[in-house]
């Protein structure tokens, strides 16, 4: 991992208590949110059918944990890039959980830069 950015922005998500990230994001208040490149595809589709509560998916998928800088959560190694982020606030009425990004890093070492965005209702883009 290389390129350290210095910048705050922040990112909302919606879950709920039926996910195991929920209640792991209530408990911590932190997180690592990680970007996959294209040729992932297949790992992420895995990851998002399966629940942390019961897999250790870093064991499972092959990835490699990278300690952060500042947040406990590890980086995913083979992820183009990871930003660190620590929650700032739940809006519980909609179960939405506001991050704000403490840090990130982008390897710029990479060849496939091409990215995988989950739109919502299991639809990839």
């Known amino acids: 991992m290389d ?3 210095d910048f705050t922005p922040a ?5 709920g208590q039926w996910n195991y990230s929920f209640t792991a994001l209530r408990k911590t208040k932190e997180c690592v949110i990680s970007i996959p490149t294209f040729g992932m595809l297949d790992k992420v589709v895995g990851i998002g059918t399966c629940s942390g509560a ?4 870093f064991t499972k998928f092959k990835f ?5 800088k500042i947040v406990k959560a590890p980086l995913i190694k083979e992820c183009l890039a990871n930003i660190e982020c620590k929650v700032v606030d739940i809006v519980n009425k909609h179960n939405i ?4 990004a ?3 890093y982008f390897d710029t070492s990479r060849k496939e830069k091409r990215t ?10």
């Open 54 to 57: 019961d897999t250790d998916k």
């Open 3 to 5: 390129n350290v950015l």
């Open 11 to 15: 990112f909302a998500i919606t879950t």
């Open 64 to 68: 490699t944990p990278v300690k952060g």
């Open 116 to 125: 995988v965005h989950a739109v919502g209702d299991v639809h990839l883009s």
């Open 102 to 104: 403490v840090a990130a």
């Open 97 to 100: 959980v506001v991050l704000e």
